[in-house]
C-alpha cells in the first residue's frame, strides 16, 4: 500500500525539477510580495481551522483541481495528492504536472520571449512587459494573456496564463 502524500510528493519533486532547471532569475518587487503572500497562505501546523492554508481552484486545459501553496526554492508550488501540482514565480506559471497531461510542461523568460516545452513540443512566443492597472496586472503574450489580480490588502486572488497551442490557460484562483 502507498502512503497518500506519495502523489503529491512526486509532484512537488517533478515542478521543483522543472523549475530549476529552466535556469530562471528575477529582480522585481512582485516577486518579494507574492513569496511573502505565500508565506502567509502556505501549507504547515495549523491550530484552527481559521488558521489553515487557501485552498485553490486551479484549471489546466479545461481539467480542474483544488491545490494547497507550498513555498520551495523561491516558487510558491501548488500541489495535491492526486499528483497536480504548478510553479509559480510571482510574474508567471513555471511548470505544471499532473492534469492528465501526457508530460509535464515547462516555461521559461518573463518580457520578451517565452519558451514552453510540453506533450506538444516546444515553441516561444513574446511578451510585453507587465502592466498595472489598478488592482490587475496584465501582460499581452502572443500565444494569449496574462494576468494577476489582486484583492484590496494586495494579496493575489487569481492568476491566468495562457499556455498556448492546444494546451490552453492556467487558472489558479483562491477558493478561501
Known sequence: MTHPNIGLWNAFINVIVLALSQGCTLAVPQFDAAVNFAKTITAGESSSEEDAPAVWLASVAGRGALLTPYTASGMIVFANA????????????????????????????????????????????????????????TQSCGNGDGVIELNEAGNIERIIVALGKDWGNVTLRVAK
Open 82 to 137: 492526486d499528483g497536480d501540482a504548478i510553479a509559480f514565480d510571482g510574474w508567471t506559471v513555471r511548470s505544471v504536472s499532473g492534469f492528465s497531461l501526457s508530460a509535464p510542461v515547462s516555461i521559461s523568460g518573463k518580457d520578451g520571449l517565452r519558451k514552453f516545452s510540453g506533450p506538444l513540443g516546444q515553441y516561444s512566443t513574446t511578451c510585453d512587459p507587465w502592466i498595472l492597472e489598478g488592482l490587475v496586472w
